[in-house]
T-cell receptor, first 109, second 112 residues
Framework: AQRVTQPEKLLSVFKGAPVELKCNYSYSGSPELFWYVQYSRQRLQLLLRHISRESIKGFTADLNKGETSFHLKKPFAQEEDSAMYYCALSRNQGGKLIFGQGTELSVKP | NAGVTQTPKFRVLKTGQSMTLLCAQDMNHEYMYWYRQDPGMGLRLIHYSVGEGTTAKGEVPDGYNVSRLKKQNFLLGLESAAPSQTSVYFC???????????FGPGTRLTVL
């Protein structure tokens, strides 16, 4: 069965510290993987997707098919990065997304 | 462009009451989705549509019905609300099956 797991409910770091939000998936095909972010009182929005290989707001994520992981990383966290982050997997069936449980990132001053 | 809008923003229902949530998008997207967001469970797909006049079940469809009579609108109905349907409901749309999904602001529903 397809599944996305984000093992940390809450990740708390100090400003300037490195951040890694973990995401593991199980899927038998070739996955499309995404990170979505939800800032306080805002709607969910796409942060990045693995096929674009972009760095958005200093965040990067590398797809590791051997470890079935798609961890989100940022070398120096900022207070404005505080938000809920969701890892998601797209199956080849009408673009349906499977979301992980979400990780709340709190960046303290 | 307004993007994806949802009506209403908040609603309180009593058990057994019915209601319809409206999602509208002005981006001419083919695909539309309804999710529910619950603490510790992420977003779960309720129903989705791959085009006007089509609907399909997602992960958690029981207790909900949907309709897509017009391309820009996707309605989610609760015929007989239950406390287990207390949640935040998000609508989303996308231009194709691999595209980014664009989300609405959410509807917070409480069933007493």
């Amino acid at each position: 069965a397809q599944r996305v797991t984000q093992p940390e409910k809450l990740l708390s770091v100090f400003k300037g510290a490195p951040v890694e939000l973990k995401c593991n998936y199980s899927y038998s095909g070739s996955p499309e993987l995404f990170w979505y972010v939800q800032y306080s009182r805002q709607r969910l929005q796409l942060l990045l997707r693995h096929i674009s290989r972009e760095s958005i707001k200093g965040f990067t994520a590398d797809l590791n098919k051997g470890e079935t992981s798609f961890h989100l990383k940022k070398p120096f966290a900022q207070e404005e990065d505080s938000a809920m982050y969701y890892c998601a997997l797209s199956r080849n069936q009408g673009g349906k997304l499977i979301f992980g449980q979400g990780t709340e990132l709190s960046v303290k001053p | 462009n307004a993007g994806v809008t949802q009506t209403p923003k908040f609603r309180v229902l009593k058990t057994g009451q019915s209601m319809t949530l409206l999602c509208a998008q002005d981006m001419n997207h083919e695909y539309m989705y309804w999710y529910r967001q619950d603490p510790g469970m992420g977003l779960r797909l309720i129903h989705y549509s791959v085009g006007e006049g089509t609907t399909a079940k997602g992960e958690v469809p029981d207790g909900y019905n949907v309709s897509r009579l017009k391309k820009q609108n996707f309605l989610l109905g609760l015929e007989s609300a239950a406390p287990s349907q207390t949640s935040v409901y998000f609508c989303a749309s996308s231009p194709d099956w691999v595209g980014e999904q664009f989300f609405g602001p959410g509807t917070r529903l409480t069933v007493l």
